[in-house]
Structure formats: structure tokens, C-alpha cells
């Protein structure tokens, strides 16, 4: 008779043959009874029409997944299999998971655009405008690549006129997405009129932090117009929704940002031709209306009414010629009056010894004015003394 081993054994060897044996599973199914754990585990079973098999992504390898898992999904795992000795479960450890029939990042970039668009980041009352003159713009990219050089060449053709601070920031890899953002809310605490968040082309895999959920948020909550310039033409990031502007790539950016100094040359002397163009039809009007008064007056002129007519431009010239010396007299008392306002303050001749200037009730009097028990202030440029008045004596 053999002799009887333990659970414990059991589920030993269990474990071990089922460990060894699936050490690389490929496997499709609906997802079901998802739970994304606050320590950043994800389980979750996965099921067709006949059977059930729990499923455990810890959090190192979570972190790595791009989508995110949905009830009813269908997906593709790449894992192993293992078993929890105490209970004697088996479950399938996923090291890798795939949308069936989708890629993650297509799934991903979809399942956010539609989580923003209900939450009104994609809203246009939510855009901001952009300035018409921008002084200055931000440019928050990769101080090295080829887009920055771009730009510059773009913006000194097209306005030399702004100043463009570059941010270096990463725009390429896993920690990206934490540079944009913290490039993005650094500039908005600068004096800055527009923020263009730019980088070249690339594959979706190189763009991918223009798609990530921080990123779009940190866009959202600028103060400041954000052009979203990233990619080629083709190339459609989460980031271009969100921003008030989207531009095809990095230089279209700077095009959208700046006016076109040689279209405002162009208008400029197209106003001064305007103007001079009904300056000459002012003038040729105004001659024809002289000639014809003219000729008017010839054919109904009298002396009488040459005279009265003579006499009234004299009238005129005399009155203008009153008019303009009133207002020069006037202004002239005015200028007299300062000037002996400040003759008769000139600190200078208030430090004459044995001078003080005399004030009462704030009004400069003079001393002739002073009466018994007035309460007066002698002030010199260097000294303010009150007293009041006991007794007078006239001479």
C-alpha cells in the first residue's frame, strides 16, 4: 500500500510540473471580474463560451501597459503559469498583454480620446485665442532637434520682430511625458503670450507622450495658448485635440503664430498709395469747386459785392488774427504766472539770511497781512516754525 503524502505536497508538485511545463503561455480571451488593486496589481479572469482562468498582471508589468483593460474585452496574453500552494490555485501570470486583432497603442490612443472628449477637453468654448502681435513665445521641445532650427529660420523671416524662449524638455521616451508637463506649467509662470509644444516626426512609439493623459491635462489647464505641433502633416496626437491650436508640424506652428511682416509692408504701402490716391481726388475736386465759384462769381460780379466780400475776409483774417493773439496772450499771463510763482519760491532766494516765507491756513501771505493772534508758519528751505501773532507794529 503506498503511503500517503500531504496537501501541501501535492500542491508542491502541482506546482512545480504545471510551472515548468507552461512556462510560456500564449492565450486568448474575454476579459471578466477585472479589479485594478491600489498597490497597482490588476486581476482579472479571462473566459470563452466553455471555461474560466484567473489571471494576476503585477505592477511591474502593469505599469508598461498602454491600454486599459475593460470588461468584455477581448484580449492576448503572454505569461506563465502559477500556482498559490495554500489554496491550490492556479492562475496565469501576465508578463505582456495585446488587444486581440488591435494594437495596445491604437486601443490606448482611442480609449483616451474618448475618456477626454466626454470630459470637454476637446471643447471649443474651452479654447483659447491666440494673439494677434505675440512679443514672445515659448517653445517647449528638444533643444537639439532639427524642429527647433525650423522654427527659429521660419520666425526671423516671417516676424523678427518676437523672441523665442526655448524650454529644453524631453520629448522622446518614458519620462517625457513628466518633462512636458513640468515644461508647461514652468512657462506658464513666465511673461510669455504663446506656448507651441513641438517635436519632428517620428513613429507612433516616439510621439507616444503626446498622447499620454498628463500630458493633455497639463495642456488643458494652461493659462496660456497652447499650439500643439507635433508629428507630420499625417500624425494626430491626443495633445492636438486638447490645444487651442493644432499646427501640421513644427514650422506650420510658427506660420500660425506670427503675421507675415512682408504682407504688412505690402499693406502699408498700400494705404499710402490709397492716401495719396484721395488726397489728389480732394484736391481735384476742390480746384473745380474753386473754378466754378469762380467762374460764378465772375459772371455776377459788382463792385459792391467784391467790396462786402473783401471786406468780410478782412473781417475774417482780423477776427482769426484776435482769436490767435487772445490765445497767445493768454497762455502767455499763464507762463508769466508760473514763472513768478517760481521766482518768488525759488529755494535760492529763500536762503537769503534773515528771509522766511510766511503762511497762514496753508496760503502764503504777505507780512502786511498778519493780524493780532493769528497762527502763522515762517518756513525757509531748511526750517518750518508756527507762532502766533502778539503784537503788531506799523511803520
Known amino acids: ?197 513641438a517635436r519632428g516626426g517620428g513613429s507612433i512609439e516616439d510621439l507616444w507622450a503626446f498622447n499620454e493623459e498628463i500630458v493633455a491635462t497639463a495642456i488643458f489647464e494652461s493659462q496660456k495658448p497652447i499650439i500643439s505641433a507635433v508629428g507630420h502633416e499625417v500624425d494626430f496626437l491626443i495633445s492636438d485635440f486638447v490645444a487651442d491650436v493644432r499646427a501640421a508640424t513644427p514650422s506650420n506652428a510658427i506660420e500660425i503664430a506670427l503675421p507675415d511682416i512682408n504682407e504688412h509692408r505690402q499693406y502699408l504701402d498700400t494705404l499710402n498709395i490709397d492716401f495719396q490716391n484721395r488726397l489728389k481726388n480732394i484736391l481735384i475736386h476742390k480746384d473745380s469747386d474753386l473754378k466754378n465759384i469762380f467762374k460764378l462769381f465772375e459772371q455776377n460780379s459788382i463792385d459792391s459785392k467784391f467790396n462786402f466780400i473783401n471786406e468780410q475776409i478782412n473781417i475774417l483774417k482780423q477776427s482769426y488774427k484776435n482769436y490767435f493773439n487772445q490765445i497767445i496772450n493768454t497762455n502767455q499771463n499763464r507762463i508769466n504766472i508760473l514763472k513768478d510763482s517760481f521766482e518768488s519760491n525759488n529755494p535760492n532766494k529763500k536762503e537769503k539770511s534773515g528771509y522766511a516765507q510766511i503762511s497762514l491756513n496753508n496760503k502764503i501771505i504777505d507780512l502786511e497781512e498778519v493780524e493780532i493772534n493769528d497762527n502763522i508758519t515762517l518756513q525757509s528751505p531748511k526750517t518750518i516754525v508756527s507762532c502766533i501773532i502778539n503784537n503788531i507794529k506799523k511803520q
Open 1 to 197: 500500500m503506498n503511503s500517503a503524502i500531504s496537501v501541501s505536497t501535492l500542491n508542491t508538485q502541482i506546482k512545480s510540473l504545471l510551472e515548468t511545463t507552461f512556462i510560456n503561455v500564449y492565450v486568448e480571451g474575454e476579459v471578466s471580474n477585472l479589479t485594478y488593486h491600489n498597490s497597482g496589481h490588476i486581476y482579472f479572469s479571462i473566459k470563452d463560451k466553455n471555461s474560466t482562468i484567473s489571471c494576476v498582471m503585477f505592477r511591474g508589468n502593469a505599469k508598461y501597459l498602454k491600454f486599459q483593460l475593460e470588461v468584455g474585452q477581448k484580449i492576448v496574453i503572454t505569461g506563465t503559469i502559477t500556482v498559490y500552494t495554500p489554496r491550490g490555485n492556479y492562475q496565469l501570470l501576465c508578463n505582456k498583454i495585446e488587444p486581440s486583432g488591435q494594437g495596445a497603442l491604437a486601443l490606448a490612443y482611442e480609449q483616451l480620446k474618448k475618456k477626454l472628449q466626454e470630459k470637454g477637453y476637446f471643447n471649443s468654448e474651452y479654447k483659447k485665442l491666440l494673439p494677434k502681435y505675440p512679443k514672445k513665445i515659448a517653445l517647449v521641445t528638444s533643444p537639439t532637434g532639427a524642429a527647433i532650427e525650423d522654427m527659429k529660420k521660419v520666425a526671423n523671416h516671417r516676424w523678427p520682430l518676437v523672441e523665442l524662449l526655448i524650454v529644453p524638455t524631453l520629448v522622446q521616451g518614458e519620462d517625457a511625458k513628466f518633462d512636458i508637463v513640468n515644461s508647461v506649467k514652468y512657462v506658464n509662470t513666465l511673461n510669455v503670450d504663446l506656448i507651441i509644444v
